[in-house]
């Protein structure tokens, strides 16, 4: 319900904005002509770092993403070809013959006010000092948003993933805290047996069962379920009584004659399902499978760590090819991935981004900022994330590609409208572009026209997201941490840090416009735009 909320904002602003003494069409026009590569830059950006998300290997994230990338792309569309004419069809279409309408009484109070409190906001913010002040402020928020990057960990906490009120917490409680730390089985599959009649090979298998039985946390040999060993005790036994001589061929003492009978046996039954038989004559047996039994693994790191001991075991064993199979292996390979993943994600991102701002702000210095003051925001969401209790999992790397995306429109809008060289006001009814000399007037014309509108954005984001704390979930409340995150952050860079560091770049460095260079156009000078009509000429100001 929050996707898009800042394109339309920002359009019934600059559409609010315009004079009511033009041509509707008119109107229309210089609303896209302000609003359009901002929001068509954040809009990119967005889809892009979404788009990304979807190539994570967690289904769930990857539907997610690839779900808000097509979300934003639609309220995009929908600006532009749906929201737009709402605005022109609901709006007056008669211009006024009169002149232009006066401004008197309180409201004329409230505009006079809200100027003074602009210029003087400005002029704050553009103080060498205040930069000095909100710098060391900043160093302080980058030290503890990079202390709690680094020490956010990867942990899958299944007990906060899933629902509180749900069935399925009760028997995952009892495996959690009572059967694993007692009895955590791991199963190896041998893909290609050994010839149990060769003395090495037979070595070699039996060597395997030793390097697992050694290991931390193991429980020892007599809780291991190995058939190999059941049947050399059962060929030993059935060996005294039998008369019969087995001609197989073997150096181990051991051959496959009495392989059938032993899995018919009643008290060896259980193996039939451990051995899979084939009809060759050479070896019987296609593949088998073993069970080692460990304890007190009630953590993830352990389980991680023993994880990578287990299959660095079967890879010495590579001629048997080896697989193992444990219950959460697929969960430690998802929080093996999930730090390399969030960094390669927000890597491209941060790349997509660059690109995506370069194509529409045009002024590498506007660019750079954008880039950091996004970057910023990013860091300083998943840091203060670590400190809000929250681990790295499938969830909150979703919710870290979103901060990712959102903090594009707290930083975008601001640069493109600093980085502008003139403006368009209505004097006496007629609208003039008057062009934009220092930080002082820049700074105004940035706050008039994005200030009210990422206000607007932040607070209907975080109201549509509020109703999810009623939930009480994991899930919804990595959400609404986050977003708040973002927006807190977003708003500070966008209406505070950000626009102190572009007063103090020289004025002249956001003169270079690398489509204005292509082009060879004048530089802007105060010049009267008079509607005539249907068309629009532009006449210099004497």
């Given at each position: 319900m929050?996707?898009?909320v800042?394109?339309s904002?920002?359009?019934?602003?600059?559409w609010?904005?315009?004079?009511?003494?033009?041509?509707?069409?008119?109107r229309?026009g210089?609303?896209?002509?302000?609003?359009?590569?901002s929001?068509?830059?954040?809009?990119l950006t967005?889809?892009i770092?979404?788009?990304?998300?979807?190539?994570?290997?967690?289904?769930?994230i990857?539907?997610?993403?690839?779900?808000?990338?097509?979300?934003?792309?639609?309220a995009?569309i929908?600006?532009l070809?749906?929201?737009?004419?709402?605005?022109?069809?609901?709006?007056?279409?008669?211009?006024d013959k009169?002149?232009?309408r006066?401004?008197?009484g309180?409201?004329?109070?409230?505009?006079?006010?809200?100027k003074?409190l602009?210029r003087?906001?400005?002029?704050?913010?553009?103080?060498?000092?205040?930069?000095?002040?909100?710098?060391?402020?900043?160093?302080?928020?980058?030290?503890?948003?990079?202390?709690?990057?680094?020490?956010?960990?990867?942990?899958?906490?299944?007990?906060?993933i899933?629902?509180i009120h749900?069935?399925?917490?009760?028997?995952?409680?009892?495996?959690?805290?009572i059967?694993?730390?007692?009895?955590?089985?791991?199963?190896?599959?041998?893909?290609?047996?050994?010839?149990?009649?060769?003395?090495?090979?037979?070595?070699?298998?039996?060597?395997?069962?030793?390097?697992?039985?050694r290991?931390?946390?193991?429980?020892g040999?007599?809780?291991?379920?190995?058939w190999?060993?059941?049947?050399q005790?059962?060929?030993?036994?059935?060996?005294?009584?039998?008369?019969?001589?087995?001609?197989?061929?073997?150096?181990?003492?051991?051959?496959?004659?009495?392989?059938?009978p032993?899995?018919?046996?009643?008290?060896r039954?259980q193996?039939?399902?451990?051995?899979?038989?084939?009809?060759s004559?050479?070896?019987?047996?296609?593949?088998?499978?073993?069970v080692?039994?460990?304890?007190?693994?009630?953590?993830?790191?352990?389980?991680?760590?023993?994880?990578?001991?287990?299959?660095?075991?079967?890879?010495?064993?590579?001629?048997?090819?080896?697989?193992?199979?444990?219950?959460?292996?697929?969960?430690?390979?998802?929080?093996?991935s999930?730090?390399?993943?969030?960094?390669?994600?927000?890597?491209w991102?941060?790349?997509?981004?660059?690109?995506?701002?370069?194509?529409?702000?045009?002024?590498?210095?506007s660019?750079?900022?954008?880039s950091?003051?996004?970057a910023?925001?990013s860091?300083?969401?998943?840091?203060?994330?670590?400190f809000?209790?929250?681990?790295?999992?499938?969830?909150s790397?979703?919710?870290?590609?979103?901060?990712?995306?959102?903090?594009?429109?707290?930083?975008a809008h601001?640069?493109?409208?600093?980085?502008?060289?003139?403006?368009?006001v209505?004097?006496?009814?007629?609208?003039?572009?008057?062009?934009?000399?220092?930080?002082?007037?820049?700074?105004m014309h940035?706050v008039?026209?994005?200030?009210?509108?990422?206000?607007?954005a932040?607070?209907?984001?975080v109201?549509?997201i509020?109703?999810?704390?009623?939930?009480?979930?994991?899930?919804?409340?990595?959400f609404v941490?986050?977003?708040?995150l973002?927006?807190?952050?977003?708003?500070?860079?966008?209406?505070v840090?950000?626009?102190?560091?572009?007063?103090?770049?020289?004025t002249?460095?956001?003169?270079?416009?690398?489509?204005?260079?292509i082009?060879r156009?004048?530089?802007?000078?105060?010049?009267?735009m008079?509607?005539?009509?249907?068309?629009?000429v532009?006449?210099?100001l004497?």
């Open positions: 929050g996707i898009g800042n394109d904002f920002l359009t019934v602003h600059a609010l904005r315009q004079s009511n003494n033009e041509n509707m069409q008119t229309m210089r609303v896209f002509e302000e609003v359009g590569p929001i068509t830059t954040t809009t967005n889809v770092t979404f788009l990304i998300g979807a190539f994570t290997p967690t289904s769930e990857s539907i997610f993403c690839f779900g808000t990338a097509l979300a934003l792309g639609m995009y929908y600006t070809i749906l929201f737009g004419p709402i605005l022109y069809y609901s709006s007056p279409t008669t211009v009169d002149g232009p006066t401004v008197d309180w409201r004329l109070t409230l505009r006079n006010f809200l003074c602009v003087g906001y400005a002029k704050v913010i553009s103080h060498p000092a205040v930069s000095i002040v909100l710098l060391l402020g900043s160093l302080v928020y980058w030290f503890f948003a990079v202390k709690g990057t680094v020490g956010l960990e990867s942990k899958l906490d299944t007990g906060k899933l629902p749900t069935p399925i917490r009760r028997p995952n409680r009892l495996m959690e805290e059967i694993w730390p007692e009895y955590y089985p791991l199963t190896v599959i041998v893909n290609n047996p050994p010839d149990i009649r060769k003395s090495s090979q037979l070595a070699r298998l039996i060597k395997m069962h030793e390097d697992f039985e290991m931390e946390h193991n429980r040999k007599i809780y291991t379920l190995s190999i060993r059941a049947y005790s059962y060929y030993e036994q059935a060996s005294i009584f039998d008369f019969d001589e087995d001609l197989e061929a073997r150096d181990s003492g051991l051959s496959y004659g009495k392989l059938e032993f899995l018919n046996d009643t008290l039954r193996y039939q399902s451990f051995v899979k038989l084939t009809n004559s050479s070896n019987p047996i296609q593949r088998f499978s073993l080692f039994v460990f304890e007190k693994l009630s953590s993830w790191e352990e389980r991680i760590r023993l994880v990578e001991e287990w299959r660095g075991i079967v890879n010495s064993y590579s001629e048997m090819n080896a697989t193992i199979y444990d219950v959460n292996a697929m969960f430690v390979d998802q929080i093996i999930l730090k390399p993943l969030a960094m390669q994600s927000a890597m991102t941060l790349i997509c981004m660059v690109v995506v701002c370069a194509l529409f702000i045009q002024n590498p210095a660019v750079l900022l954008a950091l003051a996004i910023s925001i860091l300083g969401t998943v840091g203060y994330l670590s809000w209790h929250l681990d790295l999992d499938p969830v790397l979703g919710a870290i590609l979103m901060s990712i995306g959102m903090s594009v429109d707290f930083t601001t640069t493109y409208h600093y980085q502008l060289q003139s403006h368009v209505e004097r006496n009814g007629k609208s003039v572009i008057v062009p934009l000399r220092d930080p002082v007037d820049k700074l940035t008039e026209a994005i200030a009210w509108p990422m206000t607007q932040g607070l209907s984001t109201i549509c509020l109703p999810l704390v009623l939930l009480q979930n994991y899930i919804p409340l990595v941490k986050t977003i708040s973002v927006v807190i952050w977003g708003m500070w860079h966008g209406l840090l950000l626009p102190a560091c572009l007063a103090q770049v020289p002249r460095i956001f003169d270079i416009n690398c489509y204005r260079s082009f156009e004048p530089p802007p000078e105060d010049r009267e008079e509607t005539i009509g249907e068309s629009t532009q006449t210099p004497v």
